[in-house]
Structures are given as structure tokens and as C-alpha cells.
């Protein structure tokens, strides 16, 4: 049977291909280019454009909406070091070919191809295709992941942190203390702004960044608010 390969456009431009195997993470494909981008259409509700991805100061290309908020996801619950979009074609051994979305090295080395398709949307003919793409990852040493989606209410939270994720939100040294200090003990973000005695709006946004980094926890399960824990 026929091995699969994978093609690539590396970060000088220049096209490789390569059998899917262990040797392919000698190359640097978390640095390639997009392979493609498909175009956009006056009557399309899709969104294409760039996102700014905040752990690698990047520009990323995205296909969709639902692509937009993945990499949101990916950027607030996961240590990522590298990251490239659309990079790679698998041709399969039976004549069939996938476009994966995403190529994340990880902080703790890792390497993770990620599908990202809303639950709703996936076909038995897409699933066989995540199959036999885990099957070529497991076959390189890549982990795969198909992001299908989160609870609707933590999606809004998730959204809404994501205005905090920039350093022009990020509280000073002084003020990141005084949050720390004042949730020494599990509170609300109300008790924790009414007690700081600080300005609203630099409680507010510090906060709000900090729990985007994850230096702070909340319970993104439930409405997030004044209320949150």
C-alpha cells in the first residue's frame, strides 16, 4: 500500500514534500507558510481574514468564524511556542487529500496537528478523513486533535476575555499584587474591586487579562460577570 506524504511551502516559500514518517519533524513545519487560502465571495457569510494570535505576535489566516475562535481557544487554554495555519496537503495512499488547519509546537515539546470543524458538521466522510489523518500523525509522531466546538456559555466568556488578551491590558506589577492578595481566598470580582481601592476600570481589565493568561481561574461554566468566582 501506498504511503501517504506530506507537502508543504516552508518560510523561505520554497515547496517540499516528503512520506509521512518520523523524518519530517526534522523540518521546521510549525514555521510554514499557508499552502493555501481559499478566496472570498460577496455572498459568502464565511469569515477570511487575519487573527491575532497573542502568545506568538502573530497575524494568522483564518477560513471561518469557527477557524477565528479555534485558534482563540488555542491561544487562552493552551502554552503554544509555534504556530502555522493551512500548512500542509496529506495525499493519502488511496488517491485522497486533506488540508489540516493548524500546526501547534507546544511549550512542552509536543507537536499537534489540529482539524477544526464544528461538531454539528461532521460527516461520516469527514470523519474517515480525521482517521486516517490521526493514522499519519501517530505514524510521524505528531499528536492530532479535531476541535469540534465548546459549551455555548463558556464560547461567550472565552470571547468576551479575549478584548483583554493584548499588553495594553496587562496590570502593573503593583496592581496584579493587590488582585493576588485580595484573592488569596476564593471571591467575586465585585468584592475583589469594591476592596482593592483602585479605579474600576484598572480592576476591571487586570483582571480580566489575567484570567485570559491563566493566572487567575474562574469558572467559565456559568455567566461571566461581576458574580464569577
Not at 464565511?46 to 481557544?73: C, I, K, N, P, V
Request: with cysteine; aromatic share 10%; glycine share 6%.
Amino acid at each position: 500500500r501506498q504511503l501517504a506524504t506530506v507537502t508543504w511551502v516552508n518560510a523561505r516559500g520554497t515547496q517540499q514534500s516528503e512520506t509521512a514518517g518520523p523524518g519530517l519533524l526534522r523540518h521546521a513545519l510549525v514555521e510554514a507558510i499557508p499552502i493555501r487560502k481559499s478566496k472570498s465571495h460577496t455572498n459568502s457569510t464565511s469569515y477570511r481574514g487575519h487573527a491575532w494570535f497573542s502568545q506568538t505576535d502573530q497575524q494568522l489566516w483564518t477560513e471561518s468564524r469557527f477557524e477565528w475562535f479555534a485558534l482563540m481557544w488555542l491561544d487562552m487554554f493552551h502554552d503554544i511556542d509555534s504556530i502555522a495555519v493551512q500548512p500542509m496537503r496529506i495525499d493519502f495512499g488511496d488517491g485522497t487529500h486533506h488540508f489540516p488547519d493548524a500546526l501547534a509546537l507546544h511549550a512542552d515539546a509536543r507537536q499537534v496537528l489540529y482539524d477544526i470543524k464544528p461538531a454539528a458538521t461532521i460527516t461520516p466522510k469527514a470523519a474517515e478523513q480525521f482517521r486516517k489523518t490521526r493514522d499519519v500523525c501517530a505514524r510521524i509522531g505528531w499528536g492530532y486533535e479535531v476541535f469540534s466546538g465548546l459549551p455555548p456559555l463558556v464560547t461567550k466568556n472565552v470571547k468576551f476575555l479575549w478584548n483583554f488578551r493584548g499588553p495594553d491590558h496587562k496590570p502593573s506589577d503593583a496592581v496584579a499584587r493587590r488582585i493576588i492578595e485580595l484573592l488569596d481566598t476564593p471571591r467575586t470580582i465585585s468584592s475583589v474591586v469594591m476592596e482593592s481601592g483602585l479605579l474600576l476600570p484598572v480592576v476591571n481589565t487586570g483582571i480580566f487579562h489575567m484570567v485570559w493568561k491563566r493566572q487567575l481561574r474562574a469558572d467559565l461554566s456559568t455567566r461571566f460577570g461581576y458574580s464569577t468566582l
